[in-house]
T-cell receptor, first 110, second 114 residues
Framework: GIQVEQSPPDLILQEGANSTLRCNFS?????LQWFHQNPWGQLINLFY???GTKQNGRLSATTVATERYSLLYISSSQTTDSGVYFC????????????FGTGTRLQVTL | ETGVTQSPTHLIKTRGQQVTLRCSSQ?????VSWYQQALGQGPQFIFQ???????GRGNFPPRFSGLQFPNYSSELNVNALELDDSALYLC?????????????FGQGTRLTVV
């Protein structure tokens, strides 16, 4: 099956800093989503981005499907950005099954 | 528009017992997928239901089963609970029938097996 790798596994930032999270996947995909998991376990949708670039406030994402990677940019980080960020992909022909990466755990400090 | 809701939020069961978890899909969505998330890991796909039929299954034993109802809500049943079944169970809804549609998750049910 498709493999999804995220880097870095852990990241500690000072408030106000910028960061880039990476997601590599091993096969072609129909769907790629970025999620933020809050401390209570809820997965919050950040981006639905099978290709191209999107921006939402301080967050933006880029997926280069032909090169099988996606990047999530967080600018001017805030303590509320802390948590685990997951990339999830739906491989071509897998009927809406999402395969998740292992996540990037982000801690933003004052 | 209502979001995805799951019940209960927390549950403690004894090894060998059976459990039923419930999920109401987002308004307008006809597909529900279930995921298991062990501590410190990413969610793992259990199975998916589309228009009341199972439509894909991950690497989980048959004691994990499910249902989808005509209103597209869904249940996940786990028989003969084992300690390793302790996890966060997440339900996602999407507009199925088309590949590549955005999935939205509920808040999860945290199951502890003792």
């Amino acid at each position: 099956g498709i493999q999804v790798e995220q880097s870095p596994p852990d990241l500690i930032l000072q408030e106000g800093a910028n960061s880039t999270l990476r997601c590599n996947f091993s096969d072609s995909v129909n769907n790629l989503q970025w999620f933020h998991q809050n401390p209570w376990g809820q997965l919050i949708n950040l981006f639905y981005i099978p290709s191209g670039t999107k921006q939402n406030g301080r967050l933006s994402a880029t997926t280069v499907a032909t090169e099988r990677y996606s990047l999530l940019y967080i600018s001017s980080s805030q303590t509320t950005d802390s948590g685990v960020y997951f990339c999830a992909v739906e491989a071509t022909g897998t009927a809406s099954k999402l395969t998740f990466g292992t996540g990037t755990r982000l801690q933003v400090t004052l | 528009e209502t979001g995805v809701t799951q019940s209960p939020t927390h549950l403690i069961k004894t090894r060998g017992q059976q459990v039923t978890l419930r999920c109401s899909s987002q308004s307008g969505h006809n597909t529900v997928s279930w995921y298991q998330q062990a501590l410190g890991q990413g969610p793992q796909f259990i199975f998916q239901y589309y228009r009341e039929e199972e439509n894909g299954r991950g690497n989980f034993p048959p004691r994990f089963s499910g249902l989808q109802f005509p209103n597209y809500s869904s249940e996940l049943n786990v028989n003969a609970l084992e300690l390793d079944d302790s996890a966060l169970y997440l339900c996602a809804s999407s507009l199925g029938g088309l590949w590549g549609t955005e999935a939205f998750f509920g808040q999860g049910t945290r199951l502890t097996v003792v």
